[in-house]
């Protein structure tokens, strides 16, 4: 079976020499193992960030199998309670076939596209109602700021907030992807991250100031962000795709200065953290999607070899919506 | 009498050539209106700041008599309900006298001596325990780290946690100042920033991580704070000195990427907003002096016209403990 492991750490930007492809023997599950197959894999900024070092997970190392969150058959089954055919998802690898033991990989429900796992009803949708709602405690009439507004998370904030009740407001790279996002999402409006003019613009289209920003990228946007923020507003830390693939991270300069003065929150999180309350996510995405409030957008490569480039090209905003690699197609 | 304007803005350190000493006639108050001696003035961080433009109050003006808190006596009213004799706080100027609406001003109790109004029992002390208690949400077992330790409100700030029962760690600058802070208030341990191996021996003396950062500094320290953090810490944004007296504020490097991978709550907050909690913190810090686990340390300067280099040295870090000015004995 093929796999790719990480050639060697990057030190700049991540590019294509910093993986390798490799042919292996298909692995054996031992006692209490599942035996899977990857169907589709999440490539996801953080990706980039677990090359740098340990973050909530250990630091993926040169020579590993690149880790991956995935979508997998059970193809072979030693461990009670999971029987070929179970979908499951589980920390795969960029590869066709792993063992894993049972306690590892979790069940999922019976539902297509299995794509919908990794996207709405997966990371990137939890993601963003848990930070909306647990972490920003949204209410309606209050204005929403996100930056990645065209990415994976940032498309269902946008989505979500208005569904809420509130404005929203986006930020993304480039005049196509911004027109996108209103004309495709529904924000009330989205500016350019690149325009000479995007702090003047960002004003105008907050003219209530901002009570909520979900933070994906940090650095220079966080910070002209951090100016627009109401007294007692929360800054929701989901990411900071900007400080991931470089070597000179560069900080907010009016932080913590502003965070006194007007009494800001800002708090990261995790959407593991929040899984509790993902039984109440799941019911309000699942109704907003069926009464269209919410669109899936889905951004799919085809081919374990494309992983490296879908990855990378991430890293640089050329998705849009949820970006995943499919290896093979749903089961019937 | 006399009165301290500003003479001019600094663009960068604060200086003595901000400021001009001026002689003018004593107010006399309107209808409603009270006329109050200036008896100490608090001199905070935080002054520096309203140099800088707007903050939680206007920006402070070239030519405006320099604002401050202060503690004053009645010594004519027009107003119902304060008569002459009675200790009053509010925000008053660097001047011997002045007329403010009764309104403006607060009644404070009949305590001796007037000096811990400002300190233990004033912004100081209640800053310290609204920051650590109300924001920091502090638990008894928990290490609390706070720089500017020999400050007035980093001092209570230890001083409070190690009450709790809590480990508390001080930062502060040059190893006479740490000793002080240990020996003196009692920390557990004080660390001197401006120590080549400052990081390391932070990280020695925190052995099983920091839960609650108290941050006074922003800048460096709050960089080198931040990978000390345990897994949803807190970080109490109280004050950013290292970022008030120049032209060039720096981000540390780390933010927003530890916040998201460590879960932590960076929440701003300013004394006056936790005023419905006083009474809490008052009854907390009256138990801790009168059974001596708080030291009440006060720096008090004499005299309006040392204010300038009262201020300008406190932004160098030249006090220990809370910094005032007085104008005019405590009435017996």
Request: some cysteine.
């Amino acid at each position: 079976m093929k796999q790719i492991v990480v050639a060697a750490l990057p030190r700049g930007p991540l590019g294509a020499e910093h993986f390798r492809l490799e042919e292996v023997p298909a692995p054996v599950p031992g006692p209490g193992q599942v035996h899977l197959r990857v169907i589709l894999m999440s490539i996801d900024a953080a990706n980039r960030s677990w090359l740098q070092g340990a973050t909530y997970r250990a630091a993926v190392q040169a020579g590993d199998v690149m880790p991956t969150y995935a979508i997998c058959e059970v193809i072979d089954s030693r461990a009670d309670g999971l029987a070929p055919g179970d979908i499951v998802a589980a920390e795969a690898g960029w590869c066709e076939e792993l063992c894993l033991p049972a306690g590892d990989v979790q069940k999922m429900p019976d539902l297509r596209p299995l794509s919908h796992l990794l996207s709405v009803y997966g990371i990137a949708g939890k993601t963003a109602w848990h930070g909306l709602v647990g972490v920003g405690r949204l209410v309606a009439g209050e204005t929403v700021l996100v930056s990645a507004a065209a990415g994976s998370v940032g498309g269902y904030v946008g989505q979500i907030a208005r569904a809420m009740g509130c404005r929203a407001v986006g930020i993304a790279g480039g005049p196509e992807k911004c027109r996108w996002v209103v004309e495709e999402l529904g924000f009330d409006a989205c500016l350019d991250y690149r325009d000479p003019g995007f702090a003047k613009a960002l004003r105008a289209a907050c003219p209530d100031g901002v009570d909520v920003y979900f933070d994906n990228v940090g650095g220079r946007v966080l910070e002209t962000a951090l100016f627009l923020m109401n007294l007692r507003g929360r800054v929701v830390c989901c990411g900071a795709i900007s400080q991931y693939d470089g070597e000179a991270p560069s900080g907010p300069r009016n932080l913590p200065g502003l965070v006194v003065v007007k009494r800001l929150r800002m708090e990261g999180f995790i959407v593991m953290d929040h899984a509790a309350d993902d039984p109440k996510a799941l019911r309000d995405l699942t109704r907003w999607v069926d009464d269209g409030r919410i669109k899936v957008v889905e951004d799919i490569a085809e081919g374990l070899d494309q992983a490296p480039a879908a990855l990378i090209g991430l890293l640089a905003g050329d998705n849009r919506g949820k970006r995943m690699v499919r290896l093979a197609p749903d089961p019937a």
